[in-house]
């Protein structure tokens, strides 16, 4: 093999080889000195996975796609979604340049899965935004996902087998092998007694739904979802619909840590309930904040959070927002005892009859830039929170899918806070837009945006967060010097 032909993903691999031997080895120094040469290259292939939107009648999806405008010097390449199970080979809003975000709908109630791949300049940062609004009837809802990485391991907190929740759980499979998948729920008193949740098979290219509450015959109202793939990999949703109070799919939550961070509750939250679960074998006591535009407030009566090892733990915080958006912050009560969590927040906005629910998943910091597609003109709320440190952000609005030209402004989060921003439209621009996210100085910023699309005095919204979109990749130059090389 020619060695000027070798690939990011090929150098990312021998790497991956090379460090992991040298963990084994014990050899730190090895390690140290590829840290200290290693350098950030934009990522040349990005592959995600939309779930298969509702099959109301009612229900229209539009998908949104979009790459920002890096530093990569690839002009070529190529980024579209395809449908699963083979159904038909048309791509789904396809990109043909970075910085414009481009969209398609359907209304079919048989929608298929999409999975997408990215490669060339338009695969770092690619991202894609599904949402679906169901106007009328018992389902009505905004159910908004931003297509995900496939992967082997998924945590959802916030799942439901109670009777006034129908929870499916969505696997996709973007490969050309079958995958075999294991499900276990959790509950105030640990493992559920499921059938049928071990060893299900997810064919090539296909999508498998699982309705949750046939796993059990326990009816609960708040779970934890474990979901491995033992051989393959699979993108994993959860779409929650409630029978009074509308639903949305349920993200995964980021991965188990000692703290976690709850992005952009809304200031008119009417109800905030908060579900966490301990996967180490110890428990965990957390310290319960929220951070606020003014600064971090502890709610009166849930100053604390008791979660027992291998068992799920709910608490219901009321409108804990009283008019002022914030974030929820979990933090370990001991250094020394501290012990990992997942978690997510069910938000409920509205009352009575026109109730509708989102939810927030743990996320991971924003990083280095983090993207959301499908954005409206006064419909967006972005949530910048910053746990430990002030830090400076980027905000950049995209170009509209009917033109215009992109919007920059900073803002500066301070320390124990979170700003609520409505992201600006494209200048002379119409159509849906993008955000931007890029953290210029400080310390960690983690972000959320609301889409709110009220409906006949339904206040119907959606909530994604912004984790880091995973646009480069860290090779060592010794590594990127091997191009020289004949």
Known sequence: MNRSTLSLIGVTAALAAVTGAAALTGAGTPQAATAATAARLPVQ??????????????????????TPKGDTTAKNGSAQLLPAGGKSTKAVAPLSEPGKPVTASTNRTDAPAL??????????????QQTTVIDTGPGRAVLGAACTAPDSEFWFPGVSTSATRTDYVH??????????????????????????????????????????????????????????????RVGAAVLASDA?????WL?????????????????????VRLVAYATGSNDADLKVQLATASG?????????????????????????????????????????????????????????????????????AVGSRATVADNRSKASTLSLVAPTRTATVKITSSAGTGGGSPVTKTVTVKAGTTMAVQPSAPTSGKGAFAVTVERVSGGPVY????????????????????PDDRGTVEVPQSEQDLGMLN
């Open 115 to 128: 999975i997408g791949t990215a490669s060339g300049g338009l695969a770092p940062g690619w991202s894609v």
């Open 447 to 466: 972000a959320s945006r609301e889409l709110a699309l009220p409906l006949n005095g339904v206040p119907m919204f959606t909530i994604q967060s912004l």
């Open 244 to 248: 009074k109070a509308g639903g949305d």
């Open 171 to 232: 696997l996709t499979n973007p490969d050309d092998t079958a995958a075999v998948v294991d499900l276990q729920l959790y509950g105030p008193n640990g493992a559920l007694k499921t059938a049928s949740s071990d060893g299900i098979t997810v064919p090539p290219k296909s999508t498998v739904a699982v309705l949750l509450s046939t796993l059990s015959t326990d009816r609960v109202g708040d779970l934890a979802l474990h979901v491995t793939a033992r051989t393959g």
């Open 251 to 271: 993200a995964p939550s980021a991965d188990a840590a000692n703290s976690v961070v709850l992005p952009g509750i809304p200031a008119d939250a009417t109800s």
């Open 45 to 66: 292939r990005s592959a995600l996975i939309c779930p298969a939107p509702s099959n109301s009648d009612f229900a229209t999806t539009t998908y949104t796609a979009f």
């Open 296 to 364: 971090d407030i502890t709610p009166a009566g849930h100053e604390t959070m008791h979660v027992k090892s291998g068992m799920t733990t709910a608490v219901d915080l009321g409108a804990l927002t009283q008019g002022e958006a914030g974030s929820l912050l979990l933090t370990p009560t001991d250094a020394q005892g501290a012990a990992p969590v997942v978690a997510a927040l069910e938000i409920t906005r509205g009352k009575g009859a026109s109730q509708e629910t989102a939810f927030i998943p743990a996320t991971a």
